[in-house]
């Protein structure tokens, strides 16, 4: 099937599924092109733009998975353009390309993800402890490479938001991005919580301003990490335990009372935040996620490749959707 799939791309012409549309509404519309050998989605995204359709409004930068700007859903599943390589999808039909369906949309594949940096805010930043003796006259803290290694896994995130897209719990429920801060800003939390030199405690601020507790640990945030970061298995489970811990464990509360510790509230550990209240703030107007596509639509084919100015579309045909009640030869 695999061998079948990488022929007909090499030799035919692929047929691209794309949102056109703003939060007002919009559709899907039909790009035939020709395909060529070695393509990722991004790049015939580009050969859309430079004949069919330069109106395309598409996010992207460095085209190497690190940047984190072309996230989009191909064919339904999260995924970053400019790594998912045309050779490895059924191109026997049309292969879907859409905005993420969990921020609203600004125009066509561009979604805004502001909603993320309002989450970003309200994560109180690293509070180191105070240098020992040794370490002023040295110039600087002393770790140990274990303990450095175990949150330098989450400062991979390359900040697709892919994950924050997938996860159910805001996906489904627009309501609940006021009081959850996601998957992406838990394995911040946890790379925090973990750092051998941090002081600060954010358990409770966890449970109870940023909804760590209605992540169920599907895992779907973790399959479509491109860094392949854990995030379940390393950063959110380990992150509930911690709280359970904090709650309800009779030992460590009987060792707070020995050493006159006591745990810091959500308001205490929140206090250095660049910005306080709820985990987030609902992003303003607009509709949030793909509106229902209207009937009908369009397919646009494009013959041939040609060296063309992107405003020159002498090659470039459009055909009526059949089914569409606009089609002259109804």
């Known amino acids: 099937?695999?061998?079948?799939?990488?022929?007909?791309?090499?030799?035919?012409?692929?047929?691209?599924?794309?949102?056109?549309?703003?939060?007002?509404?919009?559709?899907?519309?039909?790009?035939?092109?020709?395909?060529?050998?070695?393509?990722?989605?991004?790049?015939v995204i580009h050969r859309v733009q430079a004949t069919a359709a330069p109106d395309l409004a598409?996010?992207?930068?460095?085209?190497?998975?690190?940047?984190?700007?072309?996230?989009?859903?191909?064919?339904?599943?999260?995924?970053?353009?400019?790594?998912?390589?045309?050779?490895?999808?059924?191109?026997?039909?049309?292969?879907?390309?859409a905005p993420m369906r969990s921020f609203p949309i600004l125009r066509d594949l561009?979604?805004?993800?502001?909603?993320?940096?309002?989450?970003?805010?309200?994560?109180?930043?690293?509070?180191?402890?105070?240098?020992?003796?040794?370490?002023?006259?040295?110039?600087?803290?002393?770790?140990?490479?274990?303990?450095?290694?175990?949150?330098?896994?989450?400062?991979?995130?390359?900040?697709?938001?892919?994950?924050?897209?997938?996860?159910?719990?805001?996906?489904?429920?627009?309501?609940?991005?006021?009081?959850?801060?996601?998957p992406r800003y838990f394995i911040r939390s946890a790379e925090l919580e973990m750092h051998p030199l941090d002081t600060n405690d954010r358990r409770q601020l966890l449970?109870?301003?940023?909804?760590?507790?209605?992540?169920?640990?599907?895992?779907?945030?973790?399959?479509?990490?491109?860094e392949h970061i854990k995030i379940t298995d390393n950063a959110i489970i380990p992150l509930k335990e911690r709280v359970v811990d904090a709650k309800y464990d009779p030992v460590a509360w009987l060792g707070r009372k020995i050493?006159?510790?006591?745990?810091?509230?959500?308001?205490?550990?929140?206090?250095?935040?660049?910005?306080?209240g709820p985990a987030a703030v609902m992003p303003p107007g607009g509709v949030h996620g793909i509106p229902q596509p209207h009937s009908g639509g369009t397919t646009v084919v494009v013959e041939e490749l040609v060296d063309v100015d992107v405003n020159v579309l002498s090659d470039v045909t459009e055909t009526p959707d059949p089914t569409s009640p606009n089609n002259p030869n109804l």
Not at 124 to 143: H, N, W
């Open 259 to 276: 050493r006159n510790r006591t745990k810091k509230t959500a308001s205490e550990a929140a206090a250095l935040a660049p910005a306080q």
């Open 110 to 182: 561009v979604t805004d993800v502001s909603y993320n940096y309002e989450v970003a805010k309200r994560i109180p930043p690293l509070a180191p402890r105070e240098k020992t003796a040794d370490e002023v006259e040295a110039g600087g803290y002393r770790m140990a490479q274990i303990d450095v290694e175990r949150s330098q896994e989450f400062r991979k995130c390359i900040e697709c938001f892919l994950c924050q897209n997938v996860c159910h719990v805001t996906r489904d429920h627009e309501e609940n991005k006021t009081a959850y801060a996601g």
């Open 58 to 97: 598409c996010r992207w930068n460095c085209k190497a998975g690190k940047c984190g700007s072309c996230s989009a859903e191909i064919n339904g599943r999260p995924s970053l353009m400019c790594m998912t390589r045309m050779d490895t999808l059924d191109t026997t039909v049309p292969v879907t390309v």
């Open 207 to 226: 449970q109870e301003e940023q909804g760590l507790s209605m992540c169920n640990i599907t895992k779907c945030c973790t399959e479509v990490c491109p």
């Open 1 to 43: 099937m695999a061998e079948e799939i990488i022929r007909s791309t090499q030799s035919g012409k692929v047929t691209m599924r794309l949102w056109r549309g703003d939060e007002e509404g919009g559709d899907f519309v039909e790009y035939v092109m020709p395909a060529q050998e070695g393509e990722v989605v991004l790049d």
